[in-house]
């Protein structure tokens, strides 16, 4: 794993270092790959940078868009990490529908529709089953608990190795969430980290010594890159 953590003075200067980032990290995979795998992070951070994305002009029908997790709402609910994404992003660019890889999240079940994006995310890497795919880039973000995709301390799904997506718990509602182990397959991670409501998570994430299980962003350590991109008041007096 090469980790880099770095601090930016404010949030738009967050913004545009992350917008950089994955600019470099897609021309990179169409070069080498012919296509670019991101997978996003819902919440407030992230919504300033999908409508910078947006203002882009990219070879849209290269770029393939899934979700690191979602809440267990329809598709129009306002708590939907894929609304949220649409509006700021999607629905402002000409990406083909088929390039768009949401969360299921009307089947009868959470269990069931966590299984259904887990077969899809397969089918789509061609994957044996054997080793987990790797995504180019996992977008994430950080709660301050320090939860991480729907990732959430002391829940079930953070004992989960063998799947490429489980079901979240956020206090008694069921999230979809990819597993930790998927997360760390990727070839880059960008955690996007705001607010100085974050600082007492972070201290504990990048201790030496924690408690992997109280602070779920602690168990991302990708075989690629990891990219720590905080904001002044997040980050600025993190020993790192
Ligand atoms: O619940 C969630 O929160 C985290 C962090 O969100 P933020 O609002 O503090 O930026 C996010 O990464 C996750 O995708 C989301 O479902």
Redesign the pocket.
């Known amino acids: 794993m090469n980790k880099t953590v770095e601090v930016l003075p404010d949030q738009p200067t967050l913004v545009a270092r992350a917008l950089e980032l994955i600019l470099s990290k897609l021309d990179t995979a169409i070069e080498q790959r012919g296509r670019f795998t991101i997978a996003l992070?819902?919440?407030?951070?992230?919504k300033p940078l999908y409508e910078a994305i947006a203002n882009q002009k990219l070879p849209w029908d290269k770029i393939n868009v899934f979700w690191?997790?979602?809440?267990y709402v329809p598709p129009d609910h306002p708590d939907s990490?894929e609304l949220m994404t649409r509006r700021a992003w999607l629905d402002r660019v000409d990406i083909p529908a088929a390039n768009i890889h949401p969360v299921p999240t009307l089947e009868a079940n959470p269990e069931l529709a966590a299984a259904k994006y887990e077969q899809h995310l397969k089918e789509f890497f061609n994957s044996s089953g054997v080793e987990f795919p790797a995504l180019d880039l996992v977008l994430?973000?950080?709660?301050?608990d320090a939860?991480?995709?729907?990732l959430f301390p002391h829940t079930e799904a953070l004992k989960v190795r063998d799947r490429l997506v489980t079901v979240g718990n956020?206090d008694g509602n069921p999230?979809i969430s990819f597993t930790y182990p998927f997360i760390n397959s990727a070839l880059s991670v960008i955690f996007?980290?705001?607010?100085a409501n974050?600082r007492p998570a972070l201290a504990q994430v990048f201790a030496p010594v924690a408690d992997d299980f109280a602070y779920p962003s602690r168990l991302i350590r990708p075989q690629g890159e990891l990219w720590w991109l905080l904001d002044a008041a997040a980050g600025s007096e993190l020993q790192h």
């Open positions: 992070s819902g919440g407030s951070t992230p690191g997790d979602e809440r990490n994430l973000g950080m709660g301050d939860h991480t995709a729907s956020k999230r996007l980290v705001a607010g974050k």
